[in-house]
Structures are given as C-alpha cells and as structure tokens.
DNA sequence: CGTGTAAGGAATTCTGACACG
DNA sequence: CGTGTAAGGAATTCTGACACG
C-alpha cells in the first residue's frame, strides 16, 4: 500500500498542458526550468514530456518562492 | 498528508496515451468502457478525457477479470 | 536572465461510421 | 457485443529563433 502510495506521487505521467493549468505557469516557464536543471521530466518515445505530482509540486515551489523574492 | 495521498491517486489528470501505456488496452476499450458506464474520465475545456491513477487500476481491473472470465 | 511569441511540423485526441462476428 | 480501423478535423506538443530588457 505504501508502495502504491509513492508510485502515484512520482510516478511520470502527466502531460504539458495540464501542468499548467495545475501549476498556472506558462509552457515557456516549465520547460526554462528544466534547462535549468531544476525539474526532470521523462519523454515519451515520441518526445512528448511527462512529469509526476511531484514534478508539479516542486513547480509550484519554485513558482511561490520567486513570488516573495520579488515582493 | 493523508490527504495529498488521496488526490494523487484520485486527481484526472492523465490523457490517453498515458492510460494505453499503462494499462495495455487500446483506446478503443477504454472509450468503450466509458461508453459502458464503467469508467468515468474528466474532460478538459477542449474535450480531451483526463483519467486518474485510480481509473488506471480499475481499468486494468475490468481486463484482468475479463481475462480470467475468457480462459 | 527570464519569458512571450510566431513558425512549422509532428504526435495526440476526438467523433461518427463501417466492418466483422 | 466488443473491438479494429480509416477519415477528417481540432487541440497539443515540440524545437529553434527572435524580441525585449
């Protein structure tokens, strides 16, 4: 169950768009902050970008903590 | 915590791609079994279906039953 | 540096229908 | 009944580049 619990969390399988629309960045935002190493999705064979739950929580702590340095 | 456990496994977020790879089924099946009431995906303003890790599990539920049901 | 955008192509998704059995 | 498939269109995704600041 445990097992379960984290497979989920991690596990690569959400696309581009709903990325952001869970997170409200931009498409241009996201794939900046991979090249910059900060977030790792997996691609499909056809080069489609996947990120996991946990991609996009770390999304969105990044995106909070350039908010209060820029206030 | 136990919450963000749920919404992980409960949250539609995964498109079809996502869902064929994961469960070995074609597209058509999974349309079908929605068309069947046995699945019941989201849609995005644009229509696309969104599936959650949990409808993943009962769709490979739904195959594994069949096959047993066959053999 | 960080992000928007237009460009062009490729991959994905959708529906309604026909086929087969 | 359950599934494959071809058709045609729409939405998504990708990369590389130019722009601005």
Redesign the interface.
């Known amino acids: 169950m445990l097992k379960n619990?984290f497979s989920?969390?991690y596990?690569k399988?959400?696309?581009m768009?709903?990325v952001t629309e869970?997170t409200g960045l931009s498409e241009r935002q996201v794939r900046y902050w991979e090249e910059k190493k900060l977030v790792f999705p997996e691609r499909?064979s056809s080069g489609?970008r996947?990120y996991s739950?946990s991609d996009i929580e770390l999304l969105m702590n990044i995106a909070e903590k350039r908010r209060l340095s820029l206030n």
């Open positions: 619990t989920y969390r596990k399988a959400i696309t768009k709903t869970m499909t489609i996947r739950f």
